[in-house]
Every structure is written in C-alpha cells, then in structure tokens.
C-alpha cells in the first residue's frame, strides 16, 4: 500500500538512514487556529479542521517551512490505513493524497492518482474516475501548493481547477502552503500551523526520542534547551526542533548557541562528521572536499529561491551537471538531497528529480552563495523575486554568515515594505559588536514597534531583543504597540506579561506604550500594575488604551506618586467617539479639551457585562458634563425594561 510505505518509514534525522519511525512513533500535535470572521481562533486538534461543520468544501492549511503540514497529511494517511477509532477520516471510503512538488507538467488529477498511488495495479485511468464519481464518500488532500511546479501558470490544469472549485465541487479537498495561492476559491476556510508549544515539545522528547532512558534524560534534553534561548523559540518549528532533540540527547558535547546561523552551521556539521566516520580512509579524503567546497550547490540553491517562479527540484541530469556526480551522490548519501519520483512527461510515465530533505536547508546553501555576493560586487537587484516573507531564513543566516558585510542586506531590507521586522531577525543573528547597528536600531525606534498576537514567539522575542538593545545603547523608542498580546494576568514580577508567556521589562528609553485588547478586563489592581510599570519606563510620556480593553471606572489611591510629578498621560479610546484622560490627581476619567469637539455614539445592550454598561453611562455622563453632543444613544428594549434602573444606581 503507497500510504503505509510512506507512513512506515519517517527519518527524523536525514543522515540517520538506519532509523526509521512509524508515524504514530513520533507524531505530536502542534497547534492549529481556523480563521473567523478576520480573527485566527485555536482549534483543540488537528482532527478538527476536516471535521469542521463550518468549514466549506475547500479547506486551505497554512504553515511555514517546517510547521508539519506533510507530516500532517501523512498522518491523516495513517489515521485512514490504519482504520484509527474517532479519526476524522474512519469513514471516508476513499482518500486520495498527491504531493503537488511530484505533478509539474500533469493536467490529468487521475492520471497522477494511478502513476503516484496505483502505479502497481492493473487499472485504467478511465476507471479510476469513474470510482471516484460514483463513490459518496471521498476526501482528497493536496500537499505542498507553494512547491507545485505548475501553481502559477495559466494553464487549465486538474489542480488548478480543483483549488478554483470548478472541479470536484462536492468532494471535500483539504491544500497544505507555505502561503495562499495565487488563484482559489475564495470561500475557502483557512487554517494555520502554529508549531510546537512546550507540551508538545515535551510529548515529542518522551515519545520519539529518549524512550525508556527515563526522566533524568528528559530533564537532560530540556536543560540543553534551557541553556540555548535563541533556540527556544526557533523550536516552535517542528522540523528544527526534532532534529534538536534528537542531536541534543545524543551528543554529550552538545554546546550553546548565540544565534540561528550558529545552531545550523553545527547541525550542518553533524551531517558531515556522520557519514565521513562511516567511510573507509581511501574514500575520506575524497568526500571531505565536498564538506568545504560545495560552490555549485550554493548557486543552484540561490538560483531555485531567487526566480520569479521557484525552482525547489531538478532533474537528476541537471544536478550532475552542475555538481559532478561524485558531489551529487556524496549530498544525497549526506541526506540533505533526496532523490524522488516525478512525472517526466506525456510520454514516458515517471522520471527522478532531486531536491533538498527541506526548503530550510536549500535557504541555507543559498544564503552561502549570497554571502560570497556581499562580500564581492553585489547589487540588490539579484534579490528582485526573494522576497523575506518567503525566505526569511535565508536572509537570517546569510546575516550570520557574512558578519562584516551584512549592512549591507540589512539597509536593503529596511527598504522593503514592512522589511523591519526581517530586520530585527537580521540584526540578531550578529553575534559580535552590534555598536554599528546603533543607527540602524534608531532608525526603525522611530517608528512604532509593535508586538501582534499574530506573531510567532520567535518574533515577539527578537522585538523586546531590539527594545533591550535601544535601552542598553540609550537610543530612543517613540512607541511600543501590544496587539491583543497581553495576558489576562498583565503584570508579573514588575514585567509586563504576553500571551506568549514572554515578559516585557521596563525600558529606559520608551516614550509611548500603547495597548489595544480583546474582551481585555483589567481590573483596579490590575490597573495599578501597569501605572507602576509606567512609572519604572524612565521617559514614558504617554500610555494608550484602545476598543478591546474594559478598564475600571476608577483607580485606588497606590499610584505611584512620582507618575503625578511626570504628568504621565493615561488615555482610553473606547472606539465611541471620545478618547478620554484619566486625571491622575482626581482619581478620575475626564474629557480633554482635544475631544470636546466630537461627538458620541454610545450603544447599550442586554448581553454586555455590568462593567461595561456601566462605563456606557459614565461615558454619557462625561459626555453631558463636557458639553460634547450626544450623536445616538440606543439601548434593545430588554434592556431597558430589566437593567437601566441598576445600572443608573450603582
């Protein structure tokens, strides 16, 4: 069976060929959010996204490089030819999963069914269609849109016409991306792979890789994670955190790092030093030139990333080529290529292509090739078609790697709409003297820095590394914007705490903190928290709340005394019209002069907590004492007939 082969033999190392896993063996479940009416909301497993009733017949799953979408698809294949109780897939009677990166070149979905999973059956084309019209119960997975040769041409192929839904408009079609295609359905429900968390990561080191060594293995492998925090947060990523893992239990010298590049470069190196001491002596010398000359790859890398149209695999021909085939065979016997069966052509059924284990690993051999560019006559033009969105690895470690020139990428990505936040991760992956980023680090301090609960935990902690940075070299930071991030908890040990889990500390240069919720209750001790934070931030002017934070009505006397002094500026915009101040000397909210000149537009209803509809009469109250006019007052009629006499008098 094509499924159980695949599903039978996982590699979590590539350079470990004699360990094979079954996928129940080491699938964990990292987190999944659906998007909802324009917000991303947590799913509780990943069965959930094709049980999903919401959901319309299109289901498109995006994660980045190395978040697990096709291990995802080849656990659905597991959970289906295993016959899992409670899967979502128990009583599909068909399954159909095609890796779209196999397909460049097919306009026939059926032909690829029968060349890709029945290539050993005695079956016609015309006969797998006809099952699959006739069969009431079919679900077809599509893995790896954004490595589909064929995703962006004009041509009515099967595949495009599926993901349009011009075709197979009653199946339920499940499509796995790095990003959106370019032409979909647009009703499609979207989903997302967020990685791993600490559970999963636990789960995965008790499961997959220390067995039964017990718990002080355990507490070995998670100590080694401990002491590399630039890694904590790139271990979100399944894919590098699993080889992490693996490296970190098995290696007694395994060491800390100080960046991204640092961790690859060394994992690159444990390929190397595995399969060389494998080798017989005649043949070492031979193979460990391609461990330091390696040129060609570098090119063919960053020439697949740098097209308009990615190239992520070649024809074995052309790999030969380009790197001698001793080269090619020392890199596929490395595991960082991999041979694998493609459709050639109309006229003959299949051919071999090669690609790399992982697109990470391609971004790192191309970063290679644009460091020798920084470092000779390069110019920004080379890098018309890669953009950071798609390859934010590459530009990381080619920062890393070219230590003295990378100011050079790093002023061109600045240029790029929102290149700031590739900035941020670039700047980061210098491990020397940062002194000549201060500039650079101004720069982008004037503008607002904002921490999104969209973000990954690797970006929110690159941006409080750059808000440490500005601190430490007195550079000053106009404003920090916390998007719907910070927890219920607020405050923890004088920090501020994220959803994430991360601490904000006070900065010594922040001017401005603003703070925009959902369904955020900060309540008066709460309250007094962050008026305590604000005062440790030595030249904050001003902190902001936006619509999504309910705020207390008033706050205790513990103000820190020297807030008043500062003539610190507290605001509130509750998104009705007015933005008001709360007077820290009064212990009370007014309208300043600035807003008496708008109008108001309260809105009352039944289903609001008490809490809010009381701040709706203060904030008519307000409104009347200021003289602001009152646009529209509108209450539903049960809330008048039960709950306007309570709220009015308390």
């Given at each position: 069976m094509t499924y159980k082969k695949q599903y039978d033999a996982i590699q979590p190392i590539p350079y470990i060929r004699d360990r094979l896993y079954r996928i129940d063996r080491i699938f964990v479940e990292g987190g999944v959010k659906v998007l909802v009416a324009g917000s991303w909301e947590r799913l509780t497993s990943y069965q959930d996204i094709l049980k999903d009733k919401r959901a319309t017949l299109l289901r498109v799953i995006e994660g980045d490089p190395g978040y697990g979408k096709s291990t995802l698809a080849l656990e659905f294949a597991y959970d289906w030819g295993e016959g899992v109780k409670g899967s979502s897939v128990e009583n599909v009677r068909i399954l159909i999963i095609?890796?779209?990166?196999?397909?460049?070149?097919?306009?026939?979905?059926?032909?690829?069914?029968?060349?890709?999973?029945?290539?050993?059956?005695?079956?016609k084309v015309s006969d797998i269609k006809a099952v699959i019209e006739s069969c009431h119960s079919v679900k077809i997975i599509l893995d790896g849109h954004d490595e589909y040769p064929d995703r962006d041409s004009e041509k009515q192929s099967d595949i495009r016409k599926i993901v349009m839904r011009e075709m197979f408009k009653n199946l339920n079609v499940s499509l796995t991306t790095r990003y959106l295609p370019k032409h979909y359905d647009q009703s499609a429900r979207r989903y997302k792979l967020t990685g791993f968390d600490d559970r999963a990561r636990d789960e995965y080191i008790r499961k997959a890789v220390v067995g039964d060594a017990g718990e002080q293995a355990v507490r070995r492998v998670k100590q080694k994670l401990k002491d590399n925090p630039i890694l904590s947060d790139l271990c979100d990523v399944p894919l590098i955190f699993v080889m992490f893992a693996h490296m970190a239990h098995e290696k007694e010298d395994f060491r800390k790092f100080k960046s991204v590049t640092e961790f690859f470069r060394y994992m690159i190196s444990c390929f190397h030093h595995h399969l060389l001491s494998k080798m017989s002596n005649t043949n070492v010398g031979q193979m460990r030139r391609f461990e330091n000359d390696h040129a060609p790859l570098d090119q063919m890398a960053f020439d697949g990333l740098s097209k308009e149209h990615q190239k992520l695999s070649w024809s074995e021909e052309e790999v030969k080529r380009q790197l001698g085939d001793d080269c090619c065979e020392y890199y596929v016997r490395l595991g960082i290529l991999i041979k694998e069966e493609v459709a050639a052509s109309s006229s003959a059924q299949s051919g071999v292509e090669i690609r790399f284990y992982h697109k990470l690993f391609c971004e790192w051999y191309a970063a290679l090739h644009i460091a020798r560019l920084l470092a000779g006559n390069w110019g920004p033009s080379v890098l018309r078609h890669a953009h950071p969105y798609d390859l934010q690895y590459m530009y990381r470690f080619a920062c890393g790697i070219s230590q003295d020139s990378s100011e050079r990428l790093i002023n061109y990505l600045r240029e790029l709409p929102g290149g700031d936040k590739f900035t941020i991760l670039c700047l980061l992956e210098q491990t020397g003297d940062q002194d000549k980023f201060v500039n650079v680090i101004g720069?982008?301090?004037?503008?607002?820095?904002?921490?999104?609960?969209?973000?990954?935990?690797?970006?929110?902690?690159?941006?409080?590394?750059?808000?440490?940075?500005?601190?430490?070299?007195?550079?000053?930071?106009?404003?920090?914007?916390?998007?719907?991030?910070?927890?219920?908890?607020?405050?923890?040990?004088?920090?501020?705490?994220?959803?994430?889990?991360?601490?904000?500390?006070?900065?010594?240069?922040?001017?401005?903190?603003?703070?925009?919720?959902?369904?955020?209750?900060?309540?008066?001790?709460k309250m007094v928290g962050l008026l305590a934070y604000a005062d440790k931030c030595d030249e904050l002017k001003e902190l902001k709340f936006n619509d999504g934070c309910l705020l207390p009505l008033t706050v205790p006397a513990q103000i820190p005394p020297s807030l008043k002094t500062r003539n610190i500026g507290v605001r509130y915009d509750r998104?009705?019209?007015?933005?008001?101040?709360?007077?820290?000397?009064?212990?009370?909210?007014?309208?300043?002069?600035?807003?008496?000149?708008?109008?108001?537009?309260?809105?009352?209803?039944?289903?609001?907590?008490?809490?809010?509809?009381?701040?709706?009469?203060?904030?008519?109250?307000?409104?009347?004492?200021?003289?602001?006019s009152i646009y529209s007052r509108w209450c539903d009629e049960t809330f008048f007939q039960w709950n306007l006499k309570t709220v009015f008098h308390q």
């Open positions: 095609l890796r779209l990166r196999q397909l460049g070149g097919v306009q026939s979905i059926y032909q690829a069914i029968k060349w890709f999973l029945l290539s050993e059956e005695n079956v720069d982008i301090c004037k503008k607002t820095l904002t921490i999104s609960d969209d973000d990954n935990k690797l970006m929110q902690r690159s941006t409080l590394q750059l808000l440490e940075i500005a601190s430490n070299h007195s550079v000053p930071t106009i404003c920090l914007h916390l998007d719907r991030c910070l927890s219920e908890a607020v405050t923890t040990g004088g920090n501020l705490l994220l959803n994430s889990g991360l601490h904000v500390p006070p900065s010594t240069t922040l001017e401005t903190i603003e703070i925009t919720g959902k369904d955020l209750d900060i309540p008066k001790e998104g009705h019209g007015l933005v008001y101040r709360f007077d820290l000397g009064g212990d009370q909210w007014v309208v300043p002069e600035s807003s008496k000149s708008r109008s108001l537009k309260v809105t009352m209803k039944n289903d609001d907590s008490q809490l809010e509809q009381q701040w709706c009469v203060q904030e008519l109250n307000l409104a009347s004492a200021a003289g602001v």
